[in-house]
């Protein structure tokens, strides 16, 4: 099988320039010895985390980060990692043979949170990198190679120094091992510099957020849920032309600012402003 290992160290972080610097050594295949990548294949997840944190799939609890398993079934699931106060909730595709790898560094304030899910994607080749925000400068030792996302498909095997930028937000650096045979699949999260730093912006006027509106429901209400999965607990409902403040998306659904609360509410009947 092909195996795919990650070995991940922090090299620094500049306080000044709210810099950080994470070494992202080797990503390359894993369980040796089969050469098929199929759903009948176990697959593995590795999953770091700054403060320690429970992991779960699909709702259930695996253990804490960081975390290893190589013996899991292949599929789409929802991973959440849960650290007092702080949270990321994410839907993640195991793939069998291959190593899915997520590191976050988790924070009360999401904006705050930075990390990356690294995966390599059977069919394709290169380097696919997206982030959040977008039209971040993706430099690749030391090349600049415009905005993300950015597909790189001449990219030569072996190991490249990786670098995102964004006026506002820490820079994320990491190094990578690509396979010619297969694509490998960057995604990443800035921080914010103001959110990360706990102080207060100084401009007068704040950047607008992003903001989504209630559509017309079946029901005439929209149940908010306690995470993005129709089998969650409901913890409240808003109602259609109820205007709220995005906080993050994931396929599908939503996780929205209300009545002094957050929850996640269906993507579908939202229309964003």
């Known amino acids: 099988m092909p195996l795919l290992k990650l070995n991940a160290k922090r090299l620094k972080t500049k306080v000044r320039k709210f810099s950080l610097v994470i070494s992202l050594l080797s ?16 697959a593995a997840l590795q999953v770091t985390s700054t403060p320690e944190a429970a992991v779960f799939l699909d709702g259930k609890h695996l253990g804490k980060t960081p975390f290893f398993s190589d013996q899991l079934r292949s599929g789409e699931y929802l991973l959440k990692l849960s650290a007092s106060d702080a949270s990321f909730v994410e ?27 690294l995966y390599l994607q059977p069919k394709g080749r290169g380097l696919l990198v997206v982030s959040a925000p977008s039209e971040a400068e993706l430099t690749i030792d030391g090349k600049f190679y415009g905005q993300t996302p950015a ?3 001449n990219i030569e ?12 937000y820490i820079t994320r650096e990491f190094t990578i091992k690509t396979s010619g045979k297969y694509q ?9 510099e103001i959110a990360k730093s706990g102080k207060l912006p100084t401009s007068p006027t704040p950047p607008p957020t992003a903001k989504v509106e209630v559509v017309q429901t079946p029901q005439g209400f929209l149940r908010v849920r306690a995470d993005p999965s129709l089998t969650a607990p409901e913890i409240g409902r808003v109602k259609t032309g109820d205007k709220l403040e995005v906080i993050q998306e994931v396929k599908d659904w939503i996780k929205v600012s209300f009545e002094g609360k957050q929850g996640w509410i269906s993507a579908q009947y939202t229309k964003k402003l």
């Not at 997520?102 to 999401?110: G, I, K, Q, T």
């Not at 490998?184 to 999260?189: D, E, G, K, P």
């Open 27 to 42: 990503l390359v295949m894993l369980f040796s010895g089969c050469s098929a990548v199929g759903s009948n294949k176990p």
């Open 91 to 117: 839907k993640i595709t195991l793939t069998g043979s291959t190593l899915t790898v997520v590191n976050r560094e988790l924070s009360a304030n999401f904006l705050a949170q930075s990390g990356e899910v």
């Open 151 to 153: 597909q790189v498909e």
């Open 157 to 168: 095997e072996g190991e490249h120094k990786v670098s995102l930028v964004k006026d506002g």
């Open 184 to 192: 490998l699949i960057a995604s990443v999260t800035l921080a914010s």
